[in-house]
């Protein structure tokens, strides 16, 4: 299994004893990127937020650890955030 396998379907900022979704909460997937296949608990964001862009914390992008990757909604499917680059 490679790491894109063993990341599907996880949860980002889940504890790796415990990575998969949980009832009751609310979740859009990331597309593409280094977080690719993971999936964000966007469980109480508003409608508003949901439309924004999030710059989520990762060691594995362009820049390490300490660096930040970009996701945006995709506006054909809410329920996936697109990869937009990473930053420092």
């Known amino acids: 299994m490679d790491e894109q396998q063993f990341m599907r379907g996880r949860v980002y900022g889940a504890d790796h004893d415990d990575p998969g979704p ?23 964001w508003t409608r508003q937020a949901r439309r924004e862009s999030v710059a989520l914390v990762t060691e594995i992008g362009r820049y390490g650890p300490g660096g930040r990757t970009l996701y945006a909604p995709r ?14």
């Open 22 to 44: 949980r009832d009751g909460h609310t979740y859009v997937e990331l597309v593409a990127g280094p977080l690719d296949g993971l999936l964000l608990d966007v469980t109480g």
């Open 75 to 88: 506006p054909t499917d809410p329920e996936r955030f697109d990869w937009r680059g990473d930053v420092p």
